[in-house]
């Protein structure tokens, strides 16, 4: 090669990387603040497909593009009661291209109980787009009228019905093994990674009741009947179905669905993500969406979460060591 054509090929070189440099500045990870984001954001479900996670994200996916200017990519990473794939994102990169789903008060009991291989402050909360309050559910044909009847039926037969719970160590589990033992409960307890294997289970009469959220059983809401609802209010979707309170067994238990970024994202991304979850949030078509899926969409923004977190999990250290979870 002549020292000509060597000078020709190291200017060509130059102008590559400067292009690439440029292109690369202005798309995807290193674009500037105010254009992000600058290509598709990858966000992981924990569970399988159909499950209330994967309902409420793709809810939310039908605005993205509004919102963010893409839909999401979806990827599926699930084990663990969904501690796997959250914290698959506490290991990714904090760029603010991987998010995730999942549910509080989980998020914070996963570490408490050796179920996560993360820690809270390994993440940052996004925000929480909805709060879906649990229910009990059996099959419809069941002779049980609400979970009064059950839990009297129980008292009879000490260890002999079946009562499945969906995520082990979550906050359904615990709550749920509170209430059997502050009414003096034996059943056997059968626990299943997610909601939508609950409600199979509840359907093949595998269990008793089954107790989760609305959502994995609105697919197949005929078959089921639902034996009360485990919060303050009837749920708008089942109003026939009296809560817990109204038979007389406190208990309020329910899941919260937030979105989660890795701690080290840029605060400017994090807001980015925050404001345009919110819109989301606030708009008539997603809101009639989530209120169809059986879910009350209502914001909270994710430095609020982080703080409720905080303090729950100093007080789910105590219920932990009580019930030996």
């Known amino acids: 090669m002549t020292l000509k054509k060597l000078y020709r090929l190291l200017i060509y ?25 600058g290509k598709s954001i990858t966000i992981i479900v924990p569970f399988k497909p159909g499950g209330g996670s994967d309902r409420i994200a793709r809810a939310v996916n039908a605005f993205t593009e509004e919102v963010f200017g893409r839909e ?19 290991q990714s990169r904090a760029d603010g291209y991987t998010v995730a789903t999942y549910n509080t008060p989980d998020l914070a009991l996963g ?24 229910v009990f559910a059996a099959q419809a044909d069941t002779h049980y009228a609400d979970m009064k009847g059950f839990l009297d ?20 589990h615990l709550a749920t093994l509170a209430m059997l033992h502050q009414e003096s409960i034996d059943v056997s307890v059968v626990l299943f990674a997610g909601g939508s294997e609950l409600a199979t289970a509840v359907l093949g009469e595998q269990v008793d009741v089954g107790i989760s959220g609305l959502a994995p059983f609105l697919g197949s809401i005929d078959r089921v009947r639902f034996l009360g609802v485990a919060g303050k209010l009837k749920h708008p979707r089942i109003p026939n ?15 919260g669905r937030v979105f989660l970024a890795p701690t080290g994202i840029s605060e400017t991304r994090l807001e980015i993500l925050r404001k345009g979850l919110s819109a989301i949030c606030a708009n008539e078509s997603f ?15 994710g430095k609020r979460i982080e703080a409720e977190l905080a303090a729950f999990s100093e007080r789910a250290k105590l219920m932990i060591e009580k019930y030996e979870m």
Do not use: C
């Not at 070189?13 to 984001?37: H, K, M």
């Not at 999401?72 to 506490?90: E, N, R, S």
């Not at 109204?246 to 309020?252: H, K, L, R, S």
């Not at 809101?287 to 923004?301: H, K, L, R």
């Open 13 to 37: 070189l130059g102008i590559l990387s400067i292009t690439i440099g440029i292109i690369d500045r202005f798309t995807g990870n290193n674009a500037p603040e105010q254009i992000y984001p």
């Open 153 to 172: 039926d129980a008292r009879k037969r000490p260890g002999k019905l079946r009562l499945g719970i969906a995520q082990p160590k979550g906050g359904t």
């Open 287 to 301: 809101i009639t969406e989530m209120q169809t899926s059986g879910n009350d969409p209502i914001w909270t923004d």
């Open 241 to 255: 179905t009296k809560t817990m309170n109204e038979q007389g067994i406190p208990m309020n238990s329910g899941t």
């Open 111 to 134: 570490p408490l109980t050796g179920a996560a291989q993360y820690e809270l402050n390994d993440l940052r909360i996004i925000g929480q787009i909805a709060f879906d309050p649990n």
């Open 72 to 90: 999401f990519i979806f990827q599926y990473k699930t084990g663990g009661g969904g501690h796997l794939g959250v914290g698959y994102l506490a």
